[in-house]
């Protein structure tokens, strides 16, 4: 079983950055594949970023992301920390949301979905003000 973390959320200006941490306990990390959510009022989970473990090497991972955060986001991960990372530049408004970390113990198939993720965490709330 593999416990999930987040923290780093808060309330921020647009333009500002911000970035969020994920801590797991439980599992053998360097064999997850890790994903950022996020959940704004009155809509669907969306998928934001996953870092894809290769299946071989324990220090491979691809990395992965939702359009609209291309260029602004960041995930990236400690190995010895066990923890992943999103950061987060040039934050919009369209941004604020409930953001989730999750863990996937598999490394092929749709990192994108919330179904392909076996762990959760509770989310930590990202508010960017205009």
């Known amino acids: 079983q593999v416990q999930l973390v987040e923290s780093g959320g808060g309330l921020v200006q647009a333009g500002d950055s911000l970035r969020l941490s994920c801590v797991a306990s439980g599992g053998t990390f360097g064999g997850l594949s890790m994903g950022w959510f996020r959940q704004a009022v009155g809509k669907e989970r969306e998928f934001v970023a996953a870092?894809?473990?290769?299946?071989?090497?324990?220090?491979?991972?691809?990395?992965h992301y939702e359009d609209s955060v291309k260029g602004r986001f960041t995930i990236s991960r400690d190995n010895v920390k066990n923890t992943v990372y999103l950061q987060m530049n040039n934050l919009k408004p369209d941004d604020t949301a409930v953001y989730y970390c999750a863990a996937a113990a598999r490394n092929s198939g749709s990192y994108y979905s919330s179904g392909w993720y076996d762990y959760w965490g509770q989310g930590t709330q990202v508010t960017v003000s205009s």
């Open positions: 870092s894809v473990w290769s299946g071989t090497s324990w220090n491979h991972f691809s990395t």
